[in-house]
């Protein structure tokens, strides 16, 4: 089954854009990537969500190049609170079957 | 209400014992999923519901895990006989429509602790 790769962790300071690519090498035509973050003890909050080229919304942008075999997370001038870990999500066809596979995660840390 | 919600947020359990696990999709959402993520982990697929049907229970782990919809609203998740490496967050998702493609919107989880 396709595997689905991000950075282990990044550290940034306030201010700055940050940028979390995930690589998706076996993506479903169809499928859309969506974006989550995650804080301690909560469930993954949805971020974005695209199918190719860019998608901007009042949080975030994505930019999917023409392959869809990645993905990038722009976030444009992060803050202390936006300290979590960051999760992609594609939906993978493999043998037949759809299956939704998250990233590994990665962990952003935001400093002053 | 306005998201998922489920209950019990926490769960310890002896090994060898059963456990359900709820969930409450948001109202009208047809499509339900089910996550398991160990700690430090991303979540990792369990099963879907379109209303009552399970369209796929590939991810399930072992046959100790059942999961049911019976009115396509409200879902369960069952663990049979727990183990300690059944020791995870269960993470609910349901969404809108019945496409693979559209969002899904995640509960808080269940912490699952195994003694």
């Known amino acids: 089954l396709a595997k689905t790769t991000q950075p282990i962790s990044m550290d940034s300071y306030e201010g700055q854009e940050v940028n979390i690519t995930c690589s998706h090498n076996?993506?479903?035509?169809?499928?859309?990537i969506t974006w989550y973050q995650q804080f301690p003890s909560q469930g993954p909050r949805f971020i974005i969500q695209?199918?190719?080229t860019k998608v901007t919304n009042e949080v975030a942008s994505l930019f999917i190049p023409a392959d869809r075999k990645s993905s990038t997370l722009s976030l444009p001038r992060v803050s202390l609170s936006d300290t979590a870990v960051y999760y992609c999500?594609?939906?993978?066809?493999?043998?037949?079957?759809?299956?939704?596979?998250f990233g590994t995660g990665t962990r952003l840390k935001v400093l002053a | 209400g306005a998201g998922v919600s489920q209950s019990p947020r926490y769960k310890v359990a002896k090994r060898g014992q059963d456990v359900a696990l709820r969930c409450d999709p948001i109202s009208g959402h047809v499509s339900l999923f089910w996550y398991q993520q160990a700690l430090g982990q991303g979540p990792e697929f369990l099963t879907y519901?379109?209303?009552?049907?399970?369209?796929?229970k590939s991810g399930l782990p072992s046959d100790r895990f059942f999961a049911e919809r019976p009115e396509g609203s409200v879902s369960t998740l069952k663990i049979q006989r727990t183990q300690q490496e059944d020791s995870a967050v269960y993470l609910c998702?349901?969404?809108?429509?019945?496409?693979?493609?559209?969002?899904?919107?995640f509960g808080p989880g269940t912490r699952l602790t195994v003694l």
């Open positions: 519901f379109q209303n009552e049907a399970q369209l796929d």
């Open positions: 999500l594609v939906g993978v066809r493999s043998s037949g079957t759809y299956k939704y596979i």
């Open positions: 998702a349901s969404s809108f429509r019945r496409e693979s493609t559209d969002t899904q919107y």
């Open positions: 076996n993506i479903a035509t169809n499928d859309y």
């Open positions: 695209g199918y190719k």
